[in-house]
């Protein structure tokens, strides 16, 4: 699989992620699930992200809508829109969702 391949694999619909989901629970890995807005990412998302990762065999980051970011961060916001922040997070080889 092409690393941009890589990469796209961990961007899931919510059927595609119940799926994903379901497997991880079969083999029994600890998971660990986060949400946020991570519309410009900086260094304290990445050791916070990467701590997370630490505590699990997997983790799951529920990323608010450009929608949601509006509303809890002014109208001006979000400047980089859900698919390039989802692509962003799916980019860091300690994120599996």
């Known amino acids: 699989m092409s690393k941009h391949n890589n ?3 961990k961007i ?19 998971i660990v699930f986060t949400n946020g807005c991570f519309d410009l990412i900086h260094l304290g998302h990445i ?3 990467s ?3 630490d505590l699990g ?3 799951i980051i529920g990323l608010n809508t450009d ?3 509006s509303k ?16 962003i997070l799916a980019s ?3 994120i599996d969702a």
């Open 57 to 59: 065999d997997r983790l």
């Open 67 to 69: 929608s949601s970011v």
């Open 51 to 53: 701590k997370a990762a």
């Open 92 to 94: 860091f080889s300690f």
């Open 72 to 87: 809890l961060k002014g109208k001006h916001r979000p400047i980089k829109d859900e698919q390039s922040r989802a692509t």
């Open 12 to 30: 899931f619909s919510l059927e595609e992620f119940q799926r994903t989901l379901g497997i991880w629970r079969f083999k029994n890995d600890t």
């Open 47 to 49: 050791d916070y992200l």
């Open 7 to 9: 990469i796209q694999s």
